[in-house]
């Protein structure tokens, strides 16, 4: 059963899109299957330079099927211009399916996350905005809308008109703003659901048809395992399971169809938003200079919401811990490249707590920001990696780093990425 799980293994970005575009002429189907436009996935293939936030980064394959999983909250108007705009690419969107079960972020909920935000004052999540946690807390709520109800306007009108009215008492009220006016709301909802029409449908007898016939099938994760509701750095994290726990609930495979857990990790460590870093570099830093890689298209900037990451050493406590929370047994390493300049790189082996060497990060946010990282020094290669496609033919120092990140995360490498382009890959061991 070669169904392969492949999540981000840190706190987003990793560059879990650019793997799956890669992988995908490799499986006969991916699943997105959690998260919403909070997402940003870079591809850089034959097509151009994408940012995706709600097409499954396989699309650009011509054979394989895409599943936009019930997992994933979807924003209508966010997902039809992403459509259009990779149509007007040559990009073919036949093979894009999107699980009537998938739940709707509407207008309410972004109004919502904005002003949770402002209302947090210095203690905001940094949020990217986009109505995700709001959306999810709906659909839990039991108040949620699901692509299925675009379809059928007596069911919409129907479900969103008391949920209208409640959320217009919480705006107005509450937060003192204007009403979401509901006729309106209604008719542009309707409307999105004729432009998604041809996509939206019951996935659940293409999924099980593929794994009845044993077809490679990838599941792609959007945020990453330390922005999981229950085991990241709550309350600093995403509404929803990004790990592989949360890839078989949002994508309809049951827990033991899933063969492996690829997860990817950057060879350092960034974080966009609030919440704790513990090897956190300064802005001053000059290794921070170098991992920011200013100037380039692959620049340490957000995808979504251009906001620059915060950059630092690679956690082995944090990686190691995301292994064992998820079952990663094969890595995906990525931006190898962009340590090539460095002389000395660091990594983050333990947290000392006052007198005591810990070695798995503290639950509560109160003591993760207390803890003070033990670091262990490699030396650097200071060669250019990116033309480089035969892991035996990097160079040695780079060969070590690698075995060491392994080691300490404790899974094998399947696949380093030294450069942002589909071809920068280098093969090490296959999933499928
Ligand atoms: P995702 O959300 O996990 O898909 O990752 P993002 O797309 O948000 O961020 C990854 C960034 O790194 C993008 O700008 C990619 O183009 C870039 N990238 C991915 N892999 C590599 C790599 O191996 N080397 C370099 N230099 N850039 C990479
Ligand atoms: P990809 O799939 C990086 C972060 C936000 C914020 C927190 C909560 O591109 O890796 P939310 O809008 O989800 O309520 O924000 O989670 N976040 C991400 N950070 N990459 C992402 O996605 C993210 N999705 C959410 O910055 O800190
Ligand atoms: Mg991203």
Redesign the pocket.
Known sequence: MPLVALI?GQW?????????DWMASRAAMVIRYGGGNN??????NKFG?F??HLVP?GIFDPTTMNIIGHGVVIDPKVLIEELDMLREHGVDLSRLYISDRAHIIMPYHIIQDRLQERDRGDNKIGTTGRGIGPAYADKMSRIGIRAGDLLDQETLLSRLKPVVEEKNQILTRLYGVKAVPMTETFLAYVRYGVRLMEHITNVHSMVQRELARDSAILLEG?Q?ALLDVDYGTYPYVTSSPPGAAGAAQGSGVGPSRIRSVMG?F?AYSTRVGEGPFPTELSDEDPNAEVLR?SG?????????TGRPRRLGWFDAVMARYSAEVNGIDILAI?????LDTLPTIKICIAYRMGDELIDTPPSSVANLVKIEPVYEEMPGWLTPT?GIRDFYRLPMQAQAYLARLCELIGARLGI?????ERD?TILVNDVF
């Open positions: 981000g987003g970005d990793e560059g879990k899109g650019r793997i799956v997402a940003g996935h870079t591809v850089v330079t940012k995706l980064s959007a990453g990817v950057k890689q380039t298209p692959w620049a340490e900037v957000g995808a979504t990525t931006k190898l490249d962009v990116t380093v990425s030294v450069g942002p920068h």
